[in-house]
């Protein structure tokens, strides 16, 4: 369903278990980023009206999934933590080149902020299917369900205002390119990493 050309090694649930902190922490953050491209988004691109419709309810979404993964944070006696760098969508944004019309760069845009979901939803499979920790693998079963909709919400989009056949063309680029990315990730207990 998600189009995504190399699968999370299941064995990343192994590192995940080890600090749940941790992969709380980054997670928290997760959301908070996913919040700030929907803002985004309508600051950059207001004249798309259903667009910035989609993005005010997604900014509001992406908060409340913030809440609820602070929330569990702060349960566990622990403190939200520092951000740190998210190698994954650093060496992702690189794929496509900057400048061009702002068509492109908003069909750019939606691109990243679909595979960044997909590649969510499905890190977020691997852990209601295989974390000990049943509580926590329902939390994670029911963001994934949530993912899934945003993937599919982004690039429909893109396919709706860039030209079909070329976005088309531009995904299933965008996919191999981060198939190459995850040979080298999987490693730490982080969303993408």
Excluded at 24 to 51: G, N, R, V
Excluded at 93 to 108: A, C, D, E, Y
Aim: charged share 30%.
């Amino acid at each position: 369903m998600l189009g995504l050309k190399l699968p999370t090694d299941p064995r990343w649930v192994n590192i995940v278990e080890k600090n749940i902190d941790e992969i709380l922490t980054d997670h928290a953050y997760c959301e908070q980023k996913a919040a700030s491209t929907a803002i985004s988004l309508i600051i950059s691109f207001p004249e798309y009206t259903e667009l910035v419709e989609e993005m005010i309810a997604l900014s509001r979404e992406e908060m409340a999934h913030f809440k609820m993964v602070h929330d569990r944070i702060t349960a566990r006696g622990q403190s939200l933590g520092r951000d740190r760098k998210d190698e994954y969508v650093l060496q992702l944004i690189k794929f496509f080149p900057k400048g061009g019309s702002r068509t492109t760069q908003l069909v750019h845009r939606l691109l990243y902020a679909a595979l960044i979901e997909a590649r969510s939803c499905e890190r977020f499979r691997l852990l209601s299917e295989e974390l000990e920790d049943k509580e926590l693998a329902d939390f994670y079963h029911k963001l994934m369900v949530s993912e899934a909709g945003h993937y599919t919400m982004f690039l429909k989009f893109a396919r709706q205002y860039g030209d079909r056949a070329e976005v088309d063309k531009k995904w299933q680029s965008l996919l191999d390119f981060e198939a190459e990315i995850m040979k080298n990730l999987g490693s730490k207990e982080s969303i993408h990493g």
